[in-house]
């Protein structure tokens, strides 16, 4: 069985100014300079011991999580206004919510949906801005919801559609 390589498991974040996009969101796919991106599962888990000595372990939520680090602005980056507009604004609360679609270009696409893929709430926390003489860095986390949609999502057209109930 072949290993797939890590470019096929691509994500894209909603870059879209939710007071400009009025709903329509504008996925932009991060990697560009990112050597790494690995969204962090921390599973709550409960362990637990009766008075036989019989240990019990149930594994109850995740709570998922991802660093993009470095991210370099670029002007004409709609992901760049986002985030800048975080930094200068000071933005909290429903104004740093977005989407990320975890897509799996390993797969093979349906020729009208796309790729099979994954969508999920998320929450933008820019954690600094600045950087060294290698450019202007916004580096940021995403906190995912933990209420994933399975669909399928169109690369040429940057669509997400979510499947339909069998």
């Known amino acids: 069985m072949a290993k797939i390589e890590r470019k096929y498991m691509a994500h894209y974040i ?7 996009s009025k709903g329509s969101p504008n996925y932009v796919r991060l990697g560009k300079d990112l050597e790494e991106y690995s969204p962090e599962l921390s599973a709550n888990v ?8 019989e ?3 149930m594994l109850t939520s995740y709570e998922k999580s991802g660093s993009v680090e470095p991210y370099y602005a670029e002007k004409d980056d709609p992901l760049f206004a986002r985030l800048q507009g975080i930094v200068d604004e000071c933005k909290i609360l429903d104004d740093c919510n977005t989407t990320v679609v975890e897509v799996h270009l390993w797969e093979e696409a349906d020729p009208e ?9 998320a929450v933008i926390e820019v954690s600094s801005y ?8 916004i580096p940021f986390n995403l906190h995912y919801s933990g209420k994933p949609v399975k669909g399928h999502f169109k690369v040429d057209t940057k669509t997400f559609t979510v499947d339909e109930e069998e």
């Not at 409960?46 to 000595?53: F, P, S, V």
Request: glycine share 14%.
């Open 130 to 137: 600045g950087g060294d003489a290698t450019g202007y860095q």
């Open 113 to 121: 949906k796309g790729y099979p893929a994954v969508k999920d709430d």
């Open 55 to 57: 240990s019990s372990i």
């Open 46 to 53: 409960e362990k637990k011991q009766n008075i036989l000595g």
């Open 14 to 20: 909603d870059a879209a100014l939710p007071s400009v």
